[in-house]
Structure formats: C-alpha cells, structure tokens
C-alpha cells in the first residue's frame, strides 16, 4: 500500500513529519485488526484502524465520498460486494477506516488519545484495499508432491474464507471432495464432531491462534504425525504442539524460532517438502544399516555357535569379529547413513506413528541373505578343502577357517551393497554419486587382501592363491542375485499386518501393566 501512495504522487515523509504519533495498538488475532493514535496539525488526536475487511466495515457509520474528505453516512451492507469480489479474486482484504476523539488531558497538562472500546465504532471508512499476494511458481507443484507423498496439506489462515477457498483452489491445497470452515464455527464443534470433520477439512479461515493449537491437538490425538508451519508470537503454541515445527527464517519472529524445531531459512514451502525427504532419508538410511547390521550379527553368531558345538573350535577369531565389527558398525554405518535422498522417497506413504521400526520387507531381506550366507559357509566348512584343493595340506584347518573369513567377510560387502535398496532390485542405481560409499568399499576390500595376504600372524590367516582368493569373491558376489530373488517374494499384507496389531496389543498391555504395577 505504501509502494502505491507513492506511485501516485504521495509523499510519506511529509505526511507522517506533519501529526504526531501517540501511541500503537500492536495486531490482536481476536479483533483482526491494529491501531494507532495520532495528533493532527490542527491538534485534533485521531485513531486511525486498519485491519480485516468484514471485521471493521462492521464498525464503520460513515464513509469519505470525495477527495475533498467530504463525509457521508456509509449504509449497512453497501460494501459487502465489493469485498465479496475481492475475495473471490483471491485478493486479501483491509479496511481503512478512522475516528476524531476528544483530547484529554495527560501529565504536564498534553492531550494525549488511545484507541479503546470507545474508538473503535461509529468509524469513518476511508478505502477498503485488496491486496495481492501471488503464489510463488514452486509452490502448486509442491503441494503437488506432498500429495504424491501421502502428506495432506491443510492451510490454517486469518483471511477471509472466500480468499482463503481462492488461495487454497490456486495453489492447489482444495480438492472437489474438500472442506473449509471458518474458525468461529470450527471452536464450537465436539470434539468427536472434530474427528469426523478433520479427514475433510483442507481449509481453516478466520482461525485464531487457539484454534490451530486445537487442530494440531486432535490430529495428534487421532494418530496422525503433524507438522506445522507459523511466523507469528500467536503461531508459538501449535508449533510447541507439533510433532515438528516449523519456523519461518525471514519472516519469523524470535518466539516462533525458539518454539520450531527447524527454520525454514528462505520461507518457501518447498523448503517445508525438502525437509520431508530428507527425513524420510534419514529414517530410510538408519533401516538400511539395522537390516545390514543384523544380518551380519545372526550369521556370524550361528556360524561360530553351531561350529564350536559340532568342531570344537570356532572358525572367526577374536581379531577377525573385531574386524567384522568394524565394517558393520562404523564403516558400514558410515557408507549407508551418507545415501543421499532421492525423488523415490517421495512417492511412497508415509511410515505411521505406530508402525514397527523393523519392517516386513527388513525380515524379508534379513532372513534371505542371512540362509545363504550360512548355508554356504556351512557348504564350504564340509566340503571347502576338497572344492578349494588343499584338502592334503598340512594348514588345511587353518587354510580352511581362511577361506571361511575371507568368504564371510565379502559376503558382507556385497550385503552392503543390497542394503542401499531394501525393495528396488537395482542397487547400484546412484552408487556412482556416493562418493563415501565406493571409498568405503575400496577400503575394506583392499584392507581385507592386506589382513588375508600379509598379516596372517596378526590376523590368524594364511596365503591364499589368487584362484582361491577369486573364488571367494565369485561366491560371496552370489549374495546380488539371491537378494533379487528375495525381493521377488511378495509379501502377504494381511497376515503382516495381523502380526503388527498383535505386537501393538502386546506393547499396550505391558505398558498398562507398568502403569497399574508403578502406581500400586
């Protein structure tokens, strides 16, 4: 509005170095609406209002008719079609509006106004105003894709419902099957009457702060995991509420960053969906390294088990399960916490509040990978001396313990390698672009042929022939099409989905019976 007066020949610093400004009633969410006290060169003391149009219309009696200031008596209702057109033309609305009081006397005898209960009726309507803020070009495709995403997107607003709905309808949060509500009617509903309404309901006009607090509540109440955007002090308790807050960096006021848990630095929505993927990587990534984690752990557990119980002895030394810990719990976790996020991530549901963290799809990979790898480690420890030609050498045991490691050991660096995709079968899709991923690979790999090669003493190994060193690797390389043969498998929802509600029942029982032993 200033940028227009300006336009049109206005002169700001004039206008304001001509009255003397009293006092500044800050934007009360409530009343929609903020003041200012001035005195006029002629002494008069002047509130002049500005705020939401319905809400001061309301308020106004008269209306300036001419550039001369001429004021006329403002009819009931004259305006509403004016505001309604805006509205529908998805501009935001203000009334400018005014009221002349009578000077009182403050301390050393200066007349002092301030708008109160008193000054806000009987108005002077000077302009009602539609503002346009356009939508950012991002922004419908970013909806778009939350969408995509199973995240609905509601907007929570203090506009006029009618802008709200246009808004809403542009940037295409409003669907057909959608509802809007304005919050005075959505703070009468039940509570029950809520729920049922909130699986429709895209569009909150003229909320109150107290009102998006109670929508984020009875979200979270119904399940759902809620995330919230907000910049104003009034957004601070429903960004508390969230199970994530979001606080606008530019825009964003100080209580609302210390509320948030992340800051939107640019104040772009599509900020908000980058933040989505990248949580979803992350949750993605730390599956991936649990299922690569206990795959190792079960293998490496049974084979030593089952051999000392039927051998005697166990065929992983002391030295080599610490460095079998070290590519499975540093090296390992580092190669697949740093897969970077990729477009996939956001066309899938997204995981619910109560979902196990083990997946389905994670026993399903586990479990294959963890078979063959013990049946072929068995495979090689009853028939290894004979397949690998050393069945008659004097370090056959300990040539064959070798043969187990070395084998054991790529096993893993090729489950590594499935465990960047725990449902796609290409798993090298992408890997070029992890830089830290090949570097860790490489690594072992080269570290494994220097502890197998040269540190048989430290490492308890002896010298394989590079036939026999190859023939571990084409063994172990085995692991790539038995993962694409597992992923095969489709999984049964129903039964699943039976185990999954029996284990929540089972956790809520416990947790009952916690509750009921701690208060006894």
């Not at 009343?31 to 005195?39: N, Q």
């Not at 939350?146 to 907007?155: L, N, Q």
């Not at 490492?459 to 026999?468: C, E, G, I």
């Amino acid at each position: 509005m200033l940028a227009l007066g300006l336009r049109l020949g206005g002169e700001w610093a004039a206008v304001r170095g001509s009255v003397e400004v009293l006092k500044l009633q800050p934007f009360n969410s409530q009343r929609k609406r903020m003041g200012a006290v001035v005195r006029l060169a002629d002494g008069t003391v002047r509130v002049l209002w500005k705020g939401a149009a319905e809400m001061v219309l309301a308020t106004c009696s008269q209306v300036v008719s001419n550039a001369q200031g001429v004021v006329a008596p403002l009819p009931s209702g004259s305006l509403d079609s004016v505001v309604l057109g805006f509205a529908d033309n998805a501009l935001r609305t203000l009334t400018l509006a005014y009221r002349d009081l009578r000077a009182r006397r403050g301390a050393g005898g200066r007349s002092v106004g301030r708008p109160g209960r008193d000054s806000d009726n009987d108005l002077v309507l000077q302009a009602v105003v539609g503002i346009k803020d356009p939508l950012r070009a991002e922004v419908p495709l970013a909806v778009q894709t939350c969408k995509t995403a199973g995240i609905v997107v509601r907007m929570v607003t203090g506009d006029n419902l009618n802008t709200a709905i246009a808004i809403a309808r542009e940037c295409g949060i409003l669907t057909e099957t959608g509802e809007a509500i304005e919050g005075p009617k959505f703070r009468q509903l039940s509570k029950d009457q809520m729920m049922a309404l909130l699986p429709r309901l895209q569009v909150m006009a003229r909320s109150s702060p107290t009102d998006k607090h109670t929508l984020v509540s009875v979200l979270r109440e119904m399940g759902e995991v809620v995330a919230v955007t907000g910049d104003g002090t009034n957004d601070a308790p429903a960004l508390k509420e969230a199970d994530i807050g979001l606080a606008m960096g530019i825009a964003g006021t100080e209580v609302a960053k210390e509320s948030a848990d992340v800051i939107v630095m640019d104040d772009n929505f599509s900020s908000v969906v980058n933040v989505a993927k990248w949580g979803r990587s992350v949750y993605a990534n730390i599956q991936k390294f649990v299922q690569f984690q206990l795959t190792v752990n079960i293998v490496a557990l049974v084979t030593n088990f089952v051999s000392a119980c039927t051998t005697g002895s166990a065929p992983l030394t002391a030295v080599q399960l610490l460095w079998v810990n070290l590519i499975m719990d540093t090296l390992g976790a580092l190669a697949l916490a740093t897969e970077p996020p990729d477009e996939e991530l956001m066309k899938v549901a997204p995981v619910g509040r109560r979902a196990p963290f083990i997946s389905a799809v994670m026993w399903r990979n586990i479990i294959c990978q963890a078979l063959f790898q013990l049946l072929t480690l068995a495979a090689i420890m009853a028939w290894g001396p004979w397949v690998f030609g050393f069945a008659h050498a004097p370090d056959a045991a300990q040539r064959l313990d070798t043969v187990v490691f070395n084998t054991f050991v790529f096993c893993q660096l090729f489950n590594e390698v499935n465990s960047r995709e725990m449902e796609r079968v290409n798993v090298v899709q992408g890997m070029e672009k992890n830089g830290i991923f090949l570097g860790i690979l490489l690594a072992s790999t080269a570290f494994q042929v220097l502890l197998v090669q040269v540190l048989g003493k430290f490492a308890s190994t002896v010298p394989l022939t590079p036939l026999q060193f190859i023939a571990c690797i084409l063994i172990a390389s085995l692991s790539l099409p038995v993962a694409v043969a597992g992923k095969m498998i489709q999984l049964p929802k129903q039964p699943v989905r039976m185990l999954q509600q029996m284990s929540l029942h089972y956790r809520d029982v416990a947790q009952d019976f916690k509750q009921k032993h701690h208060a006894e």
